[in-house]
């Protein structure tokens, strides 16, 4: 006898924007939102937090300079094991829980870019089987570069959320949203003591824009 697939079970307290009609799609940023790469990096090289005095904003992006470091000092010994030992930040349980809320887990991917380090890609795949393991990730970064290519996966329900001001603004102009996520290395760093309260205002001002407009 022929099995009949049904769809999953789901959580009816869960207010999501497809209750809506709408279908919200989030593209997660995951070193420095969800993974503590700078965390991580300072334990790697023994060296001290680089985000002091005006070294911060936008300019404060490459810490590379901050700490005089050559790209292949710097990126080398980061592999598989760094990549999947980092810890979460302070706010990745807290923005996951929201996201999850009012997009559905099903409407969350991770989107991430791999540096070209052997073992980096297979890294960041153990840490989200091992932290998130329900929501799946993709890969945004040019094969030969490295290089993000994240406003490829732009469109007028996607939402990006990401730590770096470049990547935000680039899916912005390919058609997409984004939340720039409060960090020391941003100009938004101000905010970042209630990173996840803006990013359920900025959602919830979507939402509310969308349904007003499919009315």
Known sequence: MAQVATAPATNTNSRTSTDLGLVMRILLDMD???????????????????????????????????WGMSPVDFWGPMGRTFWAGLEKTKEADATMALLKDMAGVENICFLTSPCLTEGCMEGKRDWVHKHFPDVPLLIASHSMTGLAAKPFCAHNEAWLIDDYHENAWKFSLAGGNAFLFPRPWNDCWRDEHEAVKLLRDQLESWEALQWGVSR
């Open 32 to 66: 420095g939102v969800m993974a503590d790469f700078v965390g991580g990096a300072m334990w790697l090289h023994n060296k001290p937090w680089p985000f002091v005095g005006d070294h911060v904003g936008n300019k404060a992006w490459d810490i590379l300079k901050a």
